[in-house]
């Protein structure tokens, strides 16, 4: 496995290769389990060479969120990497990607705007111009995204249709703890107390689906009831946003549509900000 610092060296190796192997790719954040590792299992399977980049986007941050005391721990990522069968790791420096005179941005206007983009303004637009950096220095066919941020796959799928880029878009299906929990680099930030309570936004959506599964029919409304009647039980957990949304334009949806929508949430438990999403 290689690890590589500089953007310029990575895109020169690739462009190199591009044309004899496929290439697959997956952007993380670092610090990571087993939802990265599942990104990275699919890349194996179907490409010649896989590229995993951790980089802790600062474009992506409001200014009173979590980037400096975002988990890290290259030391133990590099070893799963190892491990995993990855042939390069990419490990820019901040200044390495954007330097003092960096001034582009790239906005995927409609699909970034609800959900998680009404309470974190330019997070997608941060989102978007690192992915589009990373897909042209990387040069993958295939990159691989975690439906469980979902939103953020759709803004990745928009942008390369919309920017004409030679790169196909891989959603992976999200991975949960044992007790229901989507696996979240953000998870080491919450206390045993808080860690159980957080149980009630996976609980809230999986009682929705049996809801739904069990009258073949549901109102949005209704939807959001049995998801706030599943918070109630945790007194440290308060809602940010509940959404019932059509799974490719993310607009308002009055009813869940079957196989056309998905339901989101995120919540703050403590200090900690969770997302969580299920397909209908
Ligand atoms: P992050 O390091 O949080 O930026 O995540 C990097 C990639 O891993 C993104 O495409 C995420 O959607 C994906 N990912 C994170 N957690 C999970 C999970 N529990 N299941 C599947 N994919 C995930």
New binding site residues.
């Given amino acids: 496995m290689k690890i590589l610092r500089s953007a310029k060296w990575l895109q020169g190796l690739m462009l190199k290769r591009r044309g004899q192997k496929s290439i697959g790719f997956v952007?993380?954040?670092?610090y990571l389990h087993d939802?990265?590792m599942?990104?990275v299992r699919c890349a194996r399977k179907t490409c010649d060479v896989v590229v995993v980049s951790i980089f802790v986007n600062p474009l992506q941050f409001g200014p009173k969120e979590d980037f400096k005391k975002y988990p890290r721990n290259e030391r133990r990522d590099l070893a799963l990497l190892r491990k995993a069968g990855v042939d390069f790791v990419f490990l820019p420096k901040t200044n390495g990607l954007y330097d003092r005179n960096f001034q582009t941005r790239v906005d995927v206007c409609e699909v970034s705007r609800g959900l998680c983009g009404s309470s974190r303004p330019g997070h997608f637009s941060g989102v978007a111009t690192v992915v589009l950096k990373l897909l042209n220095i990387v040069q993958p066919h295939l990159a691989y995204?975690?439906?469980?941020?979902f939103q953020?796959l759709v803004v990745i799928k928009t942008m390369v249709r919309d920017l004409n880029l030679p790169v196909k878009i891989v959603g992976?299906p999200?991975?949960?703890d044992l007790d229901g929990l989507?696996?979240?680099?953000r998870n080491v930030y919450l206390s045993d107390m808080e860690r159980r309570q957080a149980l009630g936004l996976s609980s809230g959506l999986k009682k929705i689906r049996e809801r739904f599964h069990r009258q073949k029919k549901l109102s949005a409304l209704s939807a959001k009831k049995i998801f706030l009647t599943s918070l109630a039980e945790s007194s440290t957990v308060c809602l940010d946003y509940f959404a019932c949304v059509d799974r490719n334009s993310l607009t308002p949806l009055r009813a869940v549509k079957k196989n056309k929508t998905l339901i989101a949430a995120a919540v703050h438990v403590g200090k900690t900000r969770l997302i969580d999403n299920i397909q209908l």
């Fill in positions: 952007p993380t954040m670092g939802g990265h599942e990104l995204f975690g439906e469980k941020d953020q992976v999200i991975v949960r989507a696996l979240s680099s």
